[in-house]
């Protein structure tokens, strides 16, 4: 019985199969006659599919460069000489607050001369808005009395930063998708352990992601104010030496200036060895002199002493 059911289930799958490629060629033919009278034709081939990507990959670019708008950090260095250094950088301080900066640092201390004159000396770093960088450096050299001499050094630099900032904002935005997807694991997981795995993965990501962050809000106050680092000189500290009503200048300035403190160092070494050296080395001088003395007076008894005996026995 068993064997009639599985031939008749055999002759019935054969039956179809048979069924189903008569009913495909039917179709297959129907369509070869409705092209040969006159059918719309089949559509040209498309491009292929390495061109497509070229170009949509060359479109997306286009665009990206002409969304992203440059964002670039402009700082500048200088040091001027000027009367009163302390007045000037009190001045650039409330500069800086009038166009919407603030003060980041400042040091006002005390300078010695050649000729060992104490006079002031200030450094200063303060930020402005970056548009208003160039009128703040004119500002500040507005306080020297002669711009081409008492200018001492100004440099103006940029730094794109556009590429950084765009690959950090992506970074940023897929590691915020991260964390999103972290907590929904976590929300559905039921092991304990799970659930601790979970966290401690999305706790790194939180982290990554705050240092992102802070990189980000760097680069957008970089961009936005531009620091100014100023070094205020005393004209005093920059005036040439005289020697007899003679300037001496160039090279020779310093050389002599050179030479100067090649005996201000040799006499504040001879000053320490007097007051300093001095008394320590000879206390320990004579009790090292003393001591030695005796250790030799001591070496030349036994000497003496073995040198006798051996006299005494020879003599025996």
């Known amino acids: 019985m068993f064997k009639r059911i599985a031939i008749i289930l055999l002759m019935a799958v054969f039956v179809l199969a048979g069924c189903a490629s008569a009913a495909k060629n039917e179709s297959i033919g129907s369509g070869e006659r409705d092209f040969a009278e006159g059918a719309p034709p089949m559509p040209a081939e498309a491009p292929s599919l390495e061109y497509s990507k070229d170009a949509i990959t060359a479109y997306e670019q286009s665009v990206t460069t002409q969304s992203v708008e440059r964002m670039v950090i402009r700082d500048a260095n200088l040091s001027i000489v000027v009367n009163d250094p302390t007045a000037v950088m009190e001045d650039i301080s409330r500069m800086a607050e009038s166009m919407e900066g603030f003060v980041v640092n400042s040091n006002l201390y005390q300078t010695q001369t050649v000729s060992g004159l104490e006079v002031p000396e200030a450094q200063i770093t303060v930020r402005v808005r970056a548009d208003l960088l160039d009128e703040a450096l004119t500002q500040i050299k507005a306080h020297v009395e002669d711009p081409d001499n008492d200018v001492l050094y100004e440099n103006v630099s940029g730094q794109d930063v556009t590429q950084e900032y765009t690959d950090l904002n992506s970074r940023l935005r897929n590691l915020e998708d991260t964390a999103e997807q972290l907590r929904e694991i976590m929300d559905d997981a039921v ?126």
């Open 191 to 316: 092991k304990t352990e799970d659930v601790l795995q979970v966290f401690s993965e999305l706790k790194n990501v939180n982290e990554q992601i705050e240092v992102l962050k802070g990189q980000i809000q760097y680069y957008e106050q970089s961009a936005k104010l531009s620091a100014i680092t100023v070094t205020i000189k005393a004209k005093e500290s920059v005036q040439p030496i005289q020697v007899g009503g003679w300037e001496p200048k160039g090279v020779a300035k310093d050389a002599v200036e050179s030479l100067i403190r090649a005996y201000q160092t040799i006499a504040d070494a001879v000053i320490w060895i007097v007051i300093f050296c001095l008394p320590i080395a000879i206390p320990v001088g004579l009790v090292l002199f003393f001591l030695i003395r005796g250790i030799v007076k001591w070496n030349q008894k036994r000497k003496a002493k073995k040198s006798a005996i051996a006299s005494e026995n020879e003599n025996s």
